[in-house]
């Protein structure tokens, strides 16, 4: 079993910004996270959302140096054995159940369990569990929900992750209880498409710029 190389509060203190990432073609894996790494955002999830994620995780894992590669989209306890097994050195779901939660728990490496509401923070924190993903972030209240949420739980943090852009990132890293955002707005569709690895470092750059009220670090 892999086991982190930091500690579990160190997932959300990489970067300001976790890229998430879908792999449609899996030759396009390596060289995206290379250009992700070499822009200032070592920490790259892989979403499963496509047939060759796994294969992809594998690969960035076995070949990017210097890449903190992990699993998103991350639904049942076979995937998390998988995602784990494929090299995943996090993992991060939409939302948890007992047995997902379980299953993330036991797998050795760090996690973010997905929540939208109060509750499911409240009861992750009743686990043992105060980092997690915000998500879907903006269809789910956005900044005003976690800064709202900051006064009576403030010992729990967040990647929030779901509709968040170049231009919403920083008012959600401005905010005390978020750690990261996740987003894809460094990997547009097209410069994916063109292979134009240059201009996804070029954007990365920027976003790893980011720092509370959107200045640079």
Known sequence: ????????SGLLD????LPVVVIEDVADAVPLARALVAGGLPAIE????????????RAIAGEVSGAVVGAGTVVTPGQVKEC??????????????ELLLEAMQGSGVPFL????????????LERGVREMKFFPAQASGGTAYLR??????????FCPTGGIGVNSA??????????????????????VAARD?????????????????????
């Not at 079993?1 to 579990?8: A, D, E, I, Q, V």
């Not at 990489?14 to 910004?17: C, D, E, I, K, T």
């Not at 784990?84 to 159940?97: E, H, I, K, N, Y």
């Not at 978020?178 to 894809?184: I, M, P």
Request: aromatic fraction near 6%; glycine fraction near 10%; charged fraction near 10%.
């Open 1 to 8: 079993m892999t086991s982190s190389p930091w500690p579990s």
């Open 14 to 17: 990489l970067a300001p910004v």
């Open 46 to 57: 892989v979403t499963l959302r496509t047939p060759v994620a796994l294969d992809a995780l």
């Open 84 to 97: 784990v097994a494929a090299g995943a050195r996090f993992l991060v779901s939409p939302g948890w159940t």
């Open 113 to 124: 369990p997905g929540v939208s509401t109060t509750s499911e923070v409240v009861a992750l």
């Open 148 to 157: 709202a949420l900051a006064g009576p739980l403030p010992q729990a943090r």
């Open 170 to 191: 920083p008012e959600y890293l401005a905010l005390p209880n978020v750690g990261c955002v996740g987003g894809s707005w460094m990997i547009p569709a097209d410069a």
């Open 197 to 217: 690895w240059g201009r996804i470092e070029v954007l990365a750059r920027a976003a790893a710029g980011l720092s509370a009220g959107g200045t640079c670090r």
